[in-house]
């Protein structure tokens, strides 16, 4: 993946009040160019060996591959999970006109 790929990257949180600081702290930084908080998410998982059931929120963050490590970073500087998830997903096509904003939301215009 180049640095200049577009990405997705998914994290999800315990509640709102923590997604809603994560997406602006990232936004106001100009290191996403939109984040959607989408509340109402069942998590399936096994935590130190025992399965486990969690209601969270997905945070989808739109913003190039370029910025992945400072994102990742800021999540975990402020996440209350001691592992948060924190993956990336390359856009592979999108509206032109989209795309440019990213870019224009960014900072990174070409």
Known sequence: MSTDD????MSTVSGETEGQRIAEGLVNRGLA???NV???VTSYYKWQGKSEVGHELLMLI???ASNYEKVRDAIKEVHSYEVPEI???PIVNGDESYLKWIDESLGTEK
């Open 6 to 9: 577009y990405i997705v990257i």
């Open 33 to 35: 160019a939109c984040i």
């Open 38 to 40: 989408v509340p109402g």
């Open 62 to 64: 739109k913003t190039r």
């Open 87 to 89: 993956v990336a997903l």
